[in-house]
């Protein structure tokens, strides 16, 4: 796989991604005053539906739930309390899917919601009815819109972060939609968060530099990663584990900014925007 210096080549590479899983998060769906950003999702919506009218097969792993389920309680501060975090997800999961059904349908898109938890990836007849289930939403022209079923699930919501990452099938929806990706044999990832970037530094430095390719992620990669923010509970080292499941399986993956107008349809043009992770060259 062609390394520094060669990405030119980047267009021709991402033009034969027929396979895309995008993942959005929270702080792309939602405002900084805690209400959804009606006019970026709509705008999001419209980048993927051209996309499928392109003829490219969508996944769609979104965050989000518990932050509208906050907002329709009047919640300010996300709870500390993991049956109120639980309620949350549950009251703001139907939200959610409710404004992407009227969003896809008004693009002459058809949606399906996939709701999933750790043992859907642990059990092998879990896992072979899952892959199943999301090859025939594809074939029927649907777009799957997957999260993890918080309502259930508590993994995400309680369990610490220094539990060993080999217990852990996925703590968030970064690794979730790389897990996705490389099991449905997608050929790119495009994590969207409010950021433009891997930044070798902190972001809000002018001092820092965006990192536009990655060849290997690696411990000096790491170490530029920054902490959780605002009310999303993923953070550029959760975007990172992603990207390294995803390069590893011999795959492309970005992470671009969400609050970008048109950013997906420059991302799947092959432009160097956000930071580009390339697959492995032995993968």
Not at 60 to 81: F, N, T, Y
Request: net charge neutral; with cysteine; glycine share 10%.
């Amino acid at each position: 796989m062609p390394h520094s210096g060669k990405t030119k080549n980047l267009a021709d590479h991402v033009a034969r991604c027929r396979r895309i899983v995008i993942k959005l998060g929270t702080n792309v769906i939602m405002r900084d005053d805690g209400r959804i950003a009606l006019g970026r999702f709509y705008g999001i919506a419209e980048s993927i539906a051209r996309l499928k009218h392109d003829g490219r097969e969508v996944l769609l792993v979104s965050s989000g739930a518990i932050g509208l389920g906050m907002d329709r309680l009047g919640l300010k501060k996300r709870p500390s309390d993991l049956a109120a975090l639980q309620a949350c997800a549950a009251i703001g999961q139907s939200r959610l899917m409710s404004i992407y059904d009227d969003a896809f349908e008004k693009l002459g898109c058809r949606i399906a919601q996939v709701l999933l938890t750790e043992d859907d990836f642990r059990d092998e007849q879990r896992f072979a009815n899952l892959r199943s289930t999301l090859a025939s939403l594809l074939e029927m022209g649907v777009i799957p819109i997957i999260n993890e079923n918080d309502t259930v699930s508590t993994v995400e919501l309680d369990r610490p972060s220094e539990t060993p990452s080999h217990k852990r099938v996925f703590g968030d929806n970064d690794k979730l939609s790389g897990l996705v990706m490389t099991h449905v044999d997608a050929d790119l990832l495009v994590l969207l968060s409010d950021i433009d970037g891997l930044f070798n530094g902190d972001p809000r430095s002018e001092a820092s530099k965006l990192i536009t390719e990655v060849h290997e992620v690696t411990p000096e990669i790491r170490g530029y990663a920054q902490g959780k923010n605002g009310r999303g509970r993923g953070g550029m080292t959760t975007k990172l584990e992603a990207a390294r499941i995803v390069t590893e399986a011999g795959r492309f993956a970005v992470i671009a900014n969400g609050h970008i107008p048109h950013v997906l349809e420059r991302v799947c043009a092959g432009e160097l925007v956000g930071t580009w992770f390339w697959p492995r060259r032995n993968a």
